[in-house]
């Protein structure tokens, strides 16, 4: 076991992107034939490295487009950099959409253990946890009812109760979780704060310096899909509210 | 040897780690395909008689095909039909699985070979309990004692094709789920071709019905498709207990077998080539 939770190595990530969208046989031959196919290259990401060490918790600050999204992507296994290597350890909980496991006609119950067995939690190891699991997330006797019924609340409620139970290695937020009402989103925060003194690395992406200064050690900034500034939280949220103000 | 051992370890490492998600999958594929249906699970088994009474009645009455080599002919029927229809379900869903499933490849990362891998088994447990209808249907001829069907121990010689249809549909279907993903026309090129297949392979009519000279070039073309032996093969261990050995066709057993391991390497191959490009065509 080494002493990184995540070790990004030189990642870049580049899209093709093509300006038609073609997406069935017939016009790709046609326009093949036709000399008419164009593809526009885009880097998303440009030599990114860093490290983080277990039980650091790490804000990535950027503006819009400047590849924040795609680095958490690559990092939660999803999308696999064109140059580099991404290495992490551990159980990742990646709660970039929360619930997005889910089959919508699948009652919540059973949806549970589908959601488990994507992250590689067995049947047996659920089991344990599902009791928790339905009361956190409050859902009560609509645990089953066809995910189809929920409202998205309650999806998420779901999604959350599933993937923080489980005392994931390495969690992946997207933006403050605003799951449900004012005491659940309570809730929910005692809940990061208890697994986070419990030592669970997190890799927190957000616009706003507060909520990076309330929950990070560690910050990076991103422009333009290069990592430009990374230390320590206080420095880094410093000089990201000073690009602000310049921008 | 220890290398090859070294090289194939993260992968069965990786696989031993989703393999809960793979009994989820196809555990869902089963439970929700029949879920709000008021009978269910019994239509599995329905669903290939009440085709079998169509066809045999009208292969039987309007054009007369039961003949004395096709034996008893709803049985011939249905044995192509159950071997036909799995092959068809189970490279359909393997074909359309990447994109069914794109909301969560998006997001979580899962291997990606396991969303063709249980479309393939879900079809092949529906395959196998459908397979009952055929117990009974034989039952059923057996004990009125006519149009008997001359079942043996051979009968356990059906794995043999029933082994190679599931790896045949599983290379098969891993090859059309990577052509789908950036093509979506394929997937209605692809039903066509499915019903060119059902007249290609000899399960509403007998071979012999064609006309066609012991080795020549028709019959040749006509045994290239896999699906011609594994169903003449199937019907033989079924249907032919005691003529087991002049109706049990060993060339195209081996033909079949190499046919469907070429298509499984080429299917993986094309398959991982392509997997990490998915993510931005679904």
Partial sequence: MGKYAI????????????????????????????????????????????????????????????GKSTLLKTIAGVLKPTQGSVHTE????????????FDSNYSGRENVFLYA?????????IQEKYDEIVEFSELGDFIDAPIKSYSSGMRSR?????????????????????????????????????????????????HSTDNVERICNKAMILTQGQLVANGDCADVCALYRHMVNNK | MNRIKAAFRPHIDNFMKYRFLLKELVDKDIKLQYRNSVL?????????????IVLAFVFMNVFGRGNSKTGNYPVYLLCGRLLYQFYTTATKRAMTSIR?????????????????????????????????????????????????????????YTIIPILITLVLSLGVGMILATISVFFKDVENLYDVFMLLLFYLTPIVYHPSRLNFVEGSIQLRVLKMNPLYGLVGNFRAAV???????QNWDMVLMYYTAAFAVAMLLIGFWLFYRNQDKFILHI
Avoid: C
């Fill in chain 2, 100 to 156: 069914r499933q794109a909301s969560m490849i998006k997001k979580v990362y899962v291997p990606k070979y396991i969303y063709p891998l249980s479309a393939v088994l879900s079809s092949f447990v529906t395959f196998l309990i459908s397979l009952s209808v055929l117990v009974v249907v034989i039952a059923f001829f057996n004990l009125r004692g006519k149009d008997t069907v001359d079942v043996t121990w051979r009968v356990i």
């Fill in chain 2, 239 to 245: 249907m032919w207990g005691h003529e087991f050995t």
């Fill in chain 2, 40 to 52: 269910g699970m019994f239509w599995t088994f329905l669903q290939p008689l009440l085709t079998m």
């Fill in chain 1, 117 to 125: 067995a994507t992250m590689g939690f067995s049947r047996k190891f």
């Fill in chain 1, 7 to 66: 070790e990004a190595d030189h990642v870049s990530m580049r899209f093709n992107i093509n300006k038609e969208g073609v997406d069935n046989a017939k016009e790709y031959f046609i326009r093949l034939v036709k000399h008419d196919l164009h593809y526009v290259e885009f880097w998303a990401l440009k030599d990114v490295s860093f490290k983080l060490k277990k039980g650091d918790r790490m804000g990535v600050l950027g503006f819009n487009g400047a």
């Fill in chain 1, 90 to 101: 551990g159980v990742i909980a990646p709660m970039l959409e929360l619930g997005a496991g």
């Fill in chain 1, 158 to 206: 779901l999604g959350f109760a599933i993937a923080t139970s489980v005392k994931p290695e390495v969690l992946i937020l997207d933006e403050v979780l605003s799951v449900g009402d004012a005491a659940f989103r309570e809730k929910s925060e005692r809940r990061l704060e208890s697994l986070m003194s419990d030592g669970v690395t997190v890799l927190f992406v957000s």
